[in-house]
């Protein structure tokens, strides 16, 4: 392994640290960081090679842009134009924090961070250890998810070592990432605000901060693109094929046992993504809980990392249940479907 894997304190980064990482970003180099999301790939922003190279590294098809991570309010206007009122205001609630907001983007910003487009996403993150190297390596750290691209996203940094550990020059090591999900980014180039990733920040909490707030259909619609270029392609996915079980959670779980059963007849085995309130529902197949319905916070956390634990465990096929939960079920359902490349089977809820 080419990288060099340090460990760093999550909550009080050590500066000698903090100082060797920010230098090598300032020089062009890569370094892989923990945010409270998941752990990004971090480049120099304002240098077209610096982004030339995270897309080298991550596998990345050069039209899907780069968010830019800052460290304080005056740098947003540094990267971008036309910053409405109720941009500054998600800002106020929720910066720092899992929030990608999207404007104009002023010329110091090169095509090359952007994916060509004339706009800029910006997020300003909470995490300590990743407000320390922003700020050490000039300000504007252009970082998308450490994974290779097609991959879940890395909640660990064992995760990023396993699919960046040959290309990225240092990874920082922080321990899980706390949400485990990517931030909620929301459009604000059109008049009306949009969402083009739901994530830990829902719709109702931007609503309750700036009131109208619509979701970008492509989300949604089968037949019309998602407006974020990273939404368009097959993504956050395990090596064997995974389909979502929808409906009642005792039908459901009887028909995944059948499906699972069936796979163990033809050779294979199935992963089961199940939750605490199920697991105990199923005979067959490897079954792993991520988490508990009435703590839907928890099922964001581990989704990622029981993706690649069926990968490392080599199943032949995943089932997993709906996680249609109040608080996290649009970010969540949005990762899962993406990864089951859209397949749901709709168990009936009675004959
Ligand atoms: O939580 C996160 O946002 C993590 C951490 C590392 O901060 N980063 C992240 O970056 O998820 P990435 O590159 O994996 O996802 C960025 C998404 C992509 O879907 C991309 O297409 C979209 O943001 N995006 C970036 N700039 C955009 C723009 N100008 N217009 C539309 N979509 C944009
Ligand atoms: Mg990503």
Partial sequence: MKAELIKINPKNPEQEIIDRAGKILREGGLVAFPTETVYGLGGDGLNAESSARIYQAKGRPSDNPLIIHIAQMEDLETAARRIPKGAVRLAERFWPGPLTMIFPKTDI?????TGGLDSVAVRMPGHPAALALIRAGGGFVAAPSANRSGRPSPT????VAEDLGETVDMILDGGRAGIGLESTIVDFTEDVPVILRPGYINREMLVSCIGQVNMDPGLQEQNRPPKAPGMRYRHYSPRAPLAIVQGEAGRAAAFINELARMEEQKGGRAGIL??????????????????????????????????????????????????????????????LKKAAGGRVIQVPDDE
């Fill in 109 to 113: 910003v090169p095509y090359e961070t």
């Fill in 156 to 159: 660990l940094a064992a995760h």
């Fill in 274 to 335: 199940a939750c605490r309130e199920t697991e105990h529902l199923y005979q067959a197949g490897l079954v792993k809980s991520i988490g508990s319905r009435s703590l839907d916070e928890t099922i964001a956390k581990h989704l990622y990392q029981v993706l690649r634990e069926f990968d490392q465990e080599q199943v032949s096929c995943i089932y997993s249940e709906s996680f249609d939960t109040p608080r996290m079920g649009q970010a969540v359902m949005n990762r």
